[in-house]
């Protein structure tokens, strides 16, 4: 009786099985971790989760101690008439609005800049605050820099638990080498989801850019961890 051959796909997937079983054996008992739950703050503009000092804060104090000014320059009242101010204020909004707000390299290089550059819009504002125009236009922008910063904020930490999640499952899933668990990451995850539904109902004319960071950031965060969340099912999983 002839010998019969096994085919090469299939001997690839037994000894990748083998592999990861091996793998498991080996991998040390894993302690779990309980993640403090973020407190609900606010600092400055409206955030959601308490976070590390503000970035211009960090520069002022780094440029205390080479010898300069720890002071921060107070933003200069611009001279122009309303509707430069009123341009000046669309132009800020138009690019804050475009921007891809779940790129967080982009808002880390970018955030610096547009929270400096809307304290000066709002020093520029101040005069005409009697203008109705101007008025509206700035509280449409004040909004948008809140719902800006609760909604970084909120997928920032997001982000951290998928990371926390990747790390605990080891090397490539087989849970060799593999970091502590987050005991409570339910906790946090019906936290962001508590907190994204609120940010729907607070400001529904930013849906778009409350799916496009937190939405998507609990989608991915339902792939590590199962829970239940408003539109879960948009995204498929």
Known sequence: SGSTSVPNFLQNAIMQRITQQALRRLAPTVASQRLAVPAVTSLGRVRCFAGPQDVLDKYAALNAKSGGSSAAPKPSVSSGSPEEVLALLQQFQDEVVST?????????YSGPF?????????????????NDSVAQKLSEVQELMDVLYQCEDVRDHVNELCELATRASGLMGTGYAAGEKVENIDEHAQLCAQTYQELLSKHPDYKPKIE???????????????????SMHRYFF
């Not at 937190?214 to 590590?224: E, S």
């Open 114 to 130: 547009w929270q400096a550059k809307f304290e000066e819009l709002e020093a520029s504002a101040a005069p005409f605050a009697g």
């Open 212 to 230: 496009q960071t937190i939405g998507h950031g609990l989608a991915v965060l339902r792939q590590k961890h199962k829970f239940k969340f408003a």
């Open 100 to 108: 891809n707000w779940a790129d967080y390299l982009n808002l880390v």
